[in-house]
């Protein structure tokens, strides 16, 4: 098993094999949450305008996701884990766009096969690439707003890399160095409203999900997101 960490969307367009899209803040730690709450199914959509249009022709679907951390007219929520908490998806479908996870989904062409990552299904995830046992692994980190890497993506994919090459890691030095540096933003009382301090702690709660999120394309060729629970 080759395994390459790659950066950003030039990450992902470069990405072979299995291809797992990382997003630790807060994307794909979202969608897990989504999931748990009973969504049936999730697009995936790079350009916000889409979104829009597709929101427009099915009101049913619900609008998720942000432009620069903020939720954007129109949305019904936010990026946020903790936002979302409450509300009962059982059935519904997801219409989720963001600055860098999704990005990364709709550039990974080259893959074979394409999986969300974070810390918060990390287990399942690498489970599944045990079983699946490819000759190519893309572990690609989104970093912020797709422009620059950050601790906890990058740190996801060594933690990943670490485990499938049965070497340690010191999970909570990680967090405590995300804290001090990318994380940082989940405790600014200024930011509070669109990154609240909660979601910090809910994207990092290691391993919380036993599920796999696969991206495959859908009938009408657009990518859609489901859960995998691993054997």
């Given amino acids: 098993m080759n395994i390459q960490i790659l950066q950003l969307v030039e990450g992902a ?26 969504v049936d199914a999730i697009f995936p959509v790079g350009n916000i305008d889409f979104a829009y249009r597709l929101k427009e022709e099915n009101p049913e679907y619900i609008l998720i996701g942000e432009r620069n951390n903020k939720k954007m007219p129109g949305f019904d929520f936010g990026n946020s884990p903790f936002e979302i908490r409450n509300f009962d998806f059982t059935g519904k479908t997801i219409i989720h766009t963001t600055s860098a996870g999704t990005q ?5 062409s080259g893959a074979d096969e394409l999986i969300t990552g974070s810390f918060v299904n990390a287990e399942a995830i690498i489970r599944y690439l045990r079983a699946a046992n490819p000759a190519i692994v893309s572990l690609v980190c989104m970093g912020y707003s797709s422009k620059y890497p950050v601790e906890e993506d990058t740190y996801c994919a060594e933690y990943i890399k670490s485990q499938l090459e049965n070497t ?26 669109h990154c609240p301090e909660q979601d910090f702690y809910l994207c990092l709660e290691l391993s919380k999900f036993n599920i796999v999120l696969k991206a495959e394309p859908g009938s009408d060729n657009r990518l859609v997101l489901r859960k995998f629970i691993p054997a």
Avoid at 13 to 19: C, D, I, V, W
Avoid at 104 to 108: C, D, K, N
């Fill in 13 to 38: 367009r470069q990405a072979k094999g299995l291809t797992v899209i990382i997003d630790v803040f807060r994307a794909f730690s979202l969608t897990c949450y989504l999931f748990d709450q009973g």
């Fill in 104 to 108: 990364g989904l709709v550039s990974a």
């Fill in 168 to 193: 340690p890691t010191d999970y909570e030095q990680m967090v405590e160095t995300i804290r001090q540096t990318s994380g940082r933003r989940f405790f600014n009382p200024d930011t509070q409203h």
